[in-house]
């Protein structure tokens, strides 16, 4: 069975620093990897999906990689800002489902 | 589009009450998704639809909960009766083929069972 771990659960920095999330799946068997934002009493809002092909995707100050076969992806954010607060999860879809990491709950402070 | 559509955003009911919650997917995505987020369990997938079959219900909780998809537009997560662990936040997400797009949620309902 998939598991998903996130780490750390809790990040706090002050803003402009770069920073690194990180996330790791016990079955590399997977078809994807996506990172989604969640804000507080929100729904899910997709940043950015990694085929099982790719190593690494980028969208503006975000750069998510992955390495299937250590089972590890990371989502490096630059230039940290006070709007970027919030909770960060990844998922993997695997054998016909979707396997959720915990989140990591990110405060940039101003 | 509009996204994904919930109705109600949020539902309070009492203990053995039926409820039921809405999805609209976004126009053309033929995958449909029913997931639940509680503080203990994270997010969970409970159902999913590909061109309105039920593809895997595996993490339906208890025969309590039943989904229906009657057209490519519509969804509803029933839930009879209710009981308090159900109280959680529920969320309807919808995709084109999953491996290969991004998935795209809906707002969740918010329910809470007294």
């Known amino acids: 069975k998939q598991e998903v771990t996130q780490i750390p659960a809790a990040l706090s920095v002050p803003e402009g620093e770069n920073l690194v999330l990180n996330c790791s799946f016990t079955d590399s068997a997977i078809y994807n990897l996506q990172w989604f934002r969640q804000d507080p009493g929100k729904g899910l809002t997709s940043l950015l999906l990694?085929?099982?092909?790719?190593r690494e995707q980028t969208s503006g100050r975000l750069n998510a990689s992955l390495d299937k076969s250590s089972g590890r992806s990371t989502l490096y954010i630059a230039a940290s800002q006070p709007g970027d607060s919030a909770t960060y999860l990844c998922a993997v879809w695997g054998n016909n489902d979707m396997r959720f990491g915990a989140g990591t709950r990110l405060t940039v402070k101003p | 589009d509009a996204g994904v559509i919930q109705s109600p955003r949020h539902e309070v009911t009492e203990m053995g009450q039926e409820v039921t919650l809405r999805c609209k997917p976004i126009?053309?995505?033929?995958?449909l998704f029913w997931y639940r987020q509680t503080m203990m369990r994270g997010l969970e997938l409970l159902i999913y639809f590909n061109n309105n079959v039920p593809i895997d219900d595996s993490g339906m909780p208890e025969d309590r909960f039943s989904a229906k998809m009657p057209n490519a537009s519509f969804s509803t997560l029933k839930i009879q009766p209710s009981e308090p662990r159900d109280s959680a936040v529920y969320f309807c997400?919808?995709?084109?083929?999953?491996?290969?797009?991004?998935?795209?949620f809906g707002p969740g309902t918010r329910l809470t069972v007294t």
């Open positions: 126009s053309g995505h033929d995958y």
């Open positions: 997400a919808s995709s084109l083929r999953p491996r290969a797009y991004e998935q795209y």
């Open positions: 990694i085929q099982s092909s790719q």
